[in-house]
């Protein structure tokens, strides 16, 4: 399990639970104590990030589980295309974390396209293109040098500028990695790893929805979208984890233990699956 990811929320509802409504800590009027969530909320987790469920659990590479590249003229909306150019980001992680370079190519290719379209085309700029080209007979160089870039993409997504495009490239992204992900978990093997892989995916989607609440935009036309994204929501929250930590001084060094509780069963992992599947579906099908 990935424990950094277990401690970053701790700690970040210790921030949170510290402040008043105005955003003052320990209700201190000074501007240095003063802390916005705009300043402690996490970066959302890159599609890389999300895959280590899948690259752990030694899942076989499987091309039914990416989308396949179609003209980005057939995109409809703009929230179509940018919801899909998330979708399109994390299956190029994935086709790198399985060495695909050829495909890779191809998809960086359509990212770049669509990059174009969006307005985002400086996350993918030509030194970038080039890098990726010198390295097409080096695998590993390939992978870090791509991956390195989504992330990057994904660390300063709030400078974008533009809070809905943000928004919706993050929904895309961080939905199609859950698909993949969610292959990983099989529920009618219940046992500490599918309970491992769930927990993870839980904290990853909490960073997200975290994201989500503070910038979902207040129109009608994302409303079946973040009535869908609620649900999952609520459908993780029945799974009743938590986390408790406390530290404990052992031949003088103090150490820090965490324990997880949770109600994960069949049932829930079953109706997170398949709620993540139909979000992904009604993406793809620009449904939304």
């Known amino acids: 399990m990935n424990w950094k990811i277990l401690l970053i929320v701790p700690l970040l509802a210790l921030f949170v639970g510290c402040a008043s409504p105005e955003g003052e800590v320990d209700n201190k009027e000074t501007e240095s104590d003063s802390l916005s969530i705009e300043q402690i909320m996490p970066l959302l987790p890159s599609p890389g990030e999300l895959l280590d469920v899948v690259h752990n659990t030694g899942m076989a590479y499987q091309e039914e ?28 992680s994935y086709l790198l974390l399985f060495e695909k370079q050829t495909e890779s190519i191809k998809y960086l290719y359509h990212i770049q396209e669509m990059a174009q379209m969006l307005g985002v085309e400086n996350y993918f ?84 929805y975290l994201h989500f609440t503070l910038s979902r935009p207040n129109e009608p036309a994302f409303e079946k979208l973040a009535e869908d994204i609620q649900e999952l929501r609520a459908i993780f929250t029945s799974m009743t984890i938590a986390q408790t930590s406390r530290a404990i001084r052992s031949e003088g060094e103090i150490i820090l233990k965490s324990e997880v509780t949770h109600d994960i069963n069949k049932h829930n992992i079953s109706k997170m699956k398949v709620m993540v599947s139909s979000i992904r579906q009604s993406i793809v099908n620009q449904e939304y």
């Open 125 to 208: 700029n030509d030194e970038f293109f080039n890098s990726i080209l010198e390295n097409l007979s080096n695998p590993d160089s390939l992978k870090t040098l791509s991956l390195q870039q989504s992330t990057l993409f994904f660390n300063k997504m709030n400078s974008i500028g533009n809070k809905d495009l943000a928004f919706l490239i993050s929904t895309g992204s961080i939905i199609e990695g859950m698909y993949i992900a969610s292959k990983a978990i099989d529920e009618k093997q219940l046992g500490e790893e599918v309970f491992n892989r769930t927990i993870d995916l839980s904290y990853l989607f909490d960073t997200y």
């Open 65 to 92: 589980l990416i989308n396949p590249i179609i003209n980005p003229s057939n995109f409809v909306l703009y929230r179509n295309q940018a919801l899909n150019f998330g979708v399109y980001l994390t299956d190029f």
